[in-house]
């Protein structure tokens, strides 16, 4: 049920006490107006102070004092609850000042006497966090970001705009509309308005500038990153299986509209076991709830260091044109009093917004003791094992490297690579190229993987074996035998 619906529906009951969480408070605060234009709609905030929303609205304030509530947040509850019969009265930034005894008080004191009078007093914010004390008074409404119907009436208004403006313009079809939409859901109708503005030209849209403006304004929220890099499957020599399932994933029926990718995800988890706060169990318990209520899917990609976890995901996306966000929950956190809550929930909301059900997680992690057992079920696409590479695997990540970095494809077959990782791999033939040297010569600045990780790269094919779904091959993950050719080295 959408928040006009929701907001209909507790006005009728004469719920006195609503909090609205809205990337948009003045598309809100019009979307309640609309809804009768009888009903009397103000709102409040500490520098413009008591002012109408809708002409109802003005008449209603003719009979109080204005003067009073201006900058005064206890002197516009104090007004407030003059205000005549029938009255929506909207508090802007309430999640500013809720937290304030005076401006708590003041909020239940108008409980009961707006219940009696049909009136409906509506604390607005980007997200609000309730006192205890207003918990059992308060019902909470989320203003999801605007869906693709809403953001396609926002390009298509725009569009005939420039059309108005330059006769010369050529005539914006269907598919040219739709691509708009995509590049600008995650917005708020305003930045989306924004975005689309910016990006208008004579000849239609400039796509690379819609792009980039939506990348910034979704980069401000909180923990939320775009993916760079053009890497894709061709970037990946080996991790067969995992390719293969991806590929079925997003070849199939239902394709993911989504990608989201967390790094490490067990020391994001780790403060969830010790943070006094409550607030890495808060994100916790919004990711576990976000996941499940949406069907949101995804695996955890576990194993050792080097192997490929993170660029498999970004390759994911890549390949078949998926955008790709990155979540960092750590980044979420704040230092004032329900900052935390809010931006993860904020986080939650833009990727809703923009993968709708349709969202798939890539959770990379080097170890599992401290990721919570609820959170690994919601990754329904199972744990994955990435081994550190076999003989097979290496001589295939080889070519790709020393294609990229122009250095001849035989001057690996001089060097021990037995204890390499994917990573050093790519670390020698940088390293080479960087310093104009043969790869051997370059070798003598690389500490391989497969000695720094060791007690790491034995403890997670311990945990793997025949209980995680191997990256590399069908089936469940089995311990290479020492010495053996299929995937690696003795460790």
């Keep these: 049920m959408k928040t006009v619906e929701r907001f209909e529906h507790a006005r009728r009951a004469g719920v006195p006490l609503v909090a609205i969480n809205t990337p948009d408070p003045r598309d809100t605060m019009e979307m309640l107006s609309a ?36 900058g005064n947040p206890i002197g516009f ?52 966090r309730l006192p205890i004390f ?6 909470v409404m989320d203003e999801d970001l605007p869906d693709r119907e809403q953001l396609e009436e926002v390009a298509r208004s725009m569009d005939q705009v420039a059309t108005k403006a330059s006769s010369k313009r050529p005539e914006t079809g269907d598919d040219t509309i739709r691509k708009v939409v995509d590049s600008t859901v995650g917005l708020s109708s305003f930045l989306a308005e924004q975005a689309v503005a910016m990006s208008l030209c004579k000849d239609g849209f400039n796509f690379e500038m819609l792009a980039e403006n939506r990348r910034a304004m979704i980069e401000q929220t909180r923990g939320l990153s775009i993916d760079r890099g053009g890497e894709d499957f061709k970037s990946i020599g080996g991790l067969g299986q995992a390719k293969r399932f991806g590929r079925a994933c997003f070849e199939g029926p239902h394709p993911p509209a989504l990608v989201v990718r967390v790094e490490e995800i067990e020391k994001v988890m780790a403060g969830s076991q010790g943070d006094t706060s409550g607030a890495s169990q808060d994100a916790l318990q919004v990711v576990l709830n976000s996941m499940e209520d949406n069907c949101w899917d995804g695996i955890v990609a576990f194993g050792c260091p080097g192997a490929g976890k993170s660029l498999f995901s970004k ?40 993968g709708e059900n349709k969202v798939f997680f890539v959770a990379t992690a080097n170890r ?16 994955w094992m990435f ?15 020393l294609k990229q970095y122009k250095i001849s494809s035989h001057e690996h077959h001089k060097l021990d690579d037995r204890m390499y990782a994917g990573s050093d791999i790519r670390n020698c ?56 050719k299929g995937r690696s080295v003795e460790v």
């Design 35 to 70: 809804i009768n234009e009888k009903t009397p709609v103000v709102c409040w905030d500490c520098i413009a102070g008591l002012r109408p929303v809708n002409d109802t609205g003005r008449e209603a304030m003719a009979s109080v004092d204005v003067e009073q509530a201006e």
């Design 77 to 128: 509850l104090e007004i407030a609850a003059q205000l005549p019969e029938g009255t929506v009265t909207c508090f802007l930034q309430a999640d500013a000042w809720i937290n304030e005894p005076p401006v708590l008080q003041g909020v239940w004191n108008l409980r009961d006497p707006y219940k009696r009078s049909c009136r409906t007093l509506v604390l607005l914010a980007r997200q609000i």
């Design 134 to 139: 207003l918990q059992g008074d308060v019902v």
């Design 315 to 354: 390759a994911l996306a890549n390949t078949f044109g998926t955008l790709s966000l990155s979540l960092d929950l750590n980044a979420t956190k704040g230092s004032l009093v329900g900052e935390s809550e809010k931006y993860v929930r904020e986080a939650m909301s833009v990727i809703k917004a923009i």
């Design 368 to 383: 599992l003791n401290t990721i919570p057992g609820e959170l690994l079920r919601r990754f329904r696409g199972g744990i």
């Design 387 to 401: 081994d550190f590479p076999g003989e097979d695997e290496r001589e295939r990540i080889w070519p790709i490297h």
């Design 429 to 484: 033939c940088e390293r080479a190229w960087k310093l104009g040297c043969s790869l051997e010569y370059a070798s003598q600045f690389i500490a391989p993987v497969g000695k720094t990780a060791r007690k790491v790269i034995q403890d997670a094919q311990k945990l793997a074996d025949g209980n995680f779904l191997d990256a590399s091959r069908p089936g469940l993950y089995k311990v290479p035998k020492a010495g053996g």
